[in-house]
């Protein structure tokens, strides 16, 4: 959840001069740490912008700047899609019957095909 995310953050921002003279983890997972943004954006975005300036370099900057182009868009979407899965989870939860709770009583494909 975002405790965790703000963790790894603080980790990054608090040990970034180490990390970019030991490591390559900012140019190499600089995806990553953004999609901890995209996931709680309202919870850890001030906690990347210490870090921002150490995910660029020469082999990362285009992609980088793209990614940060779609970053709203993105977190939107994820945004969007756990309202969305909420609503079904709750609407759902009451039936006894579809494919999920077939599969959770173990009545899915290739059950019991060994």
């Known amino acids: 959840g975002p405790r965790g995310c703000r ?18 983890i900012f140019t190499k997972y ?27 370099g020469p082999t990362t900057f285009v992609e980088l ?12 979407l994820m945004e969007q899609h756990d309202r969305i899965s909420t609503t079904v989870d709750v609407s759902t ?3 006894a019957s579809g494919p999920g709770v077939a599969a959770a009583a173990g009545g899915g494909a290739g059950a019991g095909a060994e």
């Open 7 to 24: 963790s790894a953050l603080l980790f990054l921002t608090t040990n970034t001069s180490k990390l970019l003279l030991n490591t390559t």
């Open 30 to 56: 600089f995806p990553a740490i953004l999609k901890l943004v995209a996931y709680h954006p309202r919870t850890v975005a001030a906690e990347v912008l210490p870090i921002l300036p150490a995910m660029v």
């Open 65 to 76: 700047f793209h990614t940060l182009l779609d970053l709203p868009l993105t977190a939107a």
């Open 93 to 95: 939860s009451g039936s």
